[in-house]
């Protein structure tokens, strides 16, 4: 199919969304892939399952059986379990009403398909509802290890298999209540932090050894091995206050992964009111993303080769 055909007759940004439109969704909309009447006010939209084309089918099977075969024994079983239970097949991008007809019997999530990253208040307010909103397009072939937006395989693979642990099911829905919070008292900073060195970097503790459950290591060939095989990262036992002032790196893999006990842990770290917790740590300085501090339990204190020096977000 070709994607530049439906172009004409759809191009131009709806004015109802001027403002808050990222790059990403203004190359959709002037490119015709996505239409004002298609974008509903959630910024959600129909999964355009037409417009996949053997090209995407392609890339999703070759990053599924790149990822799924180099994971085993790298990637905790909630998340083999997840994959499996949902019956999300390499061949073809998923369909995500399929998907959810098992996802919502489950744990009552289900996928929404967005143009890619939304405003923060509607991330928050999806997830808040039991929704993870996954960007419906999918990487170019020449984009296979590198992506700076998250596409349909990091979304889908990386983040909507564990979605059907009934625990770390409740820990998304309480991390988009407390999004939606945060952004009342000013603490998006330090609740993005919990975030991105959880659900997008976070490692598990098992019995037999360190495993992955974050999407954004798990959807990635070299941080799947980077962060559980090298020297060079500390990796630092699981502390909220302690993530929560720590800054982290968008452009290299990380300095430091924070390790997990359970889902249980994590989930139980977030039933607490966080207002006092912002308040206090707003006093405090924040941490460099390859500091160790004081009061850390450290797993490794990492080696720091091959650490850039350019700024932490
Ligand atoms: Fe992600």
Redesign the pocket.
């Known amino acids: 199919m070709d994607m530049q055909s439906t172009a004409a007759s759809q191009a131009g940004t709806p004015a109802g969304f001027q403002g808050t439109l990222t790059d990403k969704l203004k190359e959709q909309f002037d490119a015709g892939l996505l239409s004002g009447q298609e974008l509903r006010p959630d910024f959600t939209i129909a999964q355009p399952v037409h417009r996949y084309t053997e090209s995407d089918h392609a890339v999703w099977r070759k990053l599924y059986e790149r990822q799924a075969s180099m994971l085993r024994g790298r990637v905790c079983d909630e998340f083999l379990q997840g994959l499996s239970t949902l019956g999300m097949g390499k061949d073809r991008v998923p369909d995500f009403e399929q998907l959810n007809e098992t996802l919502m019997h489950a744990t009552g999530w289900q996928v929404v398909a967005v143009p890619g990253l939304v405003p923060d208040h509607v991330f928050f307010e999806h997830l808040a509802n039991r929704r993870f909103p996954a960007s419906w397009w999918m990487r170019k072939p020449e984009q296979l290890d590198y992506l700076q937006e ?1 596409d349909c395989f ?2 889908v693979f ?2 909507v298999p564990l979605l059907i642990n009934p625990v770390f099911a409740d820990y998304m829905e309480a991390y988009g209540k407390g999004g939606l919070k945060a952004a009342s008292l000013n603490a998006l900073d330090m609740l993005a932090r919990l975030y991105w060195y959880t ?2 970097f976070g490692l598990i503790r098992t019995d037999a050894g360190l495993r992955i459950y974050g ?2 290591i798990l959807s990635s060939q070299g941080e799947s091995l980077y962060s559980l095989d090298s020297a060079s990262p500390n990796r630092i036992g699981f502390d909220v206050r302690r993530i929560m002032r720590t800054r982290y790196r968008i452009d290299t893999f990380q300095k430091t992964y924070f390790v997990i006990d359970s889902f249980e842990q994590l989930f139980d770290a977030t039933r607490p009111d966080f207002a006092p917790l912002y308040e206090s740590l707003r006093a405090l300085p924040t941490l460099g993303a390859g500091d160790v501090a004081e009061g850390d339990l450290v797993l490794n204190a990492g080696t720091r080769e091959g650490w850039s020096d350019s700024d932490d977000v």
């Open positions: 998250p990091h979304d990386g983040h659900v997008e999407a954004g």
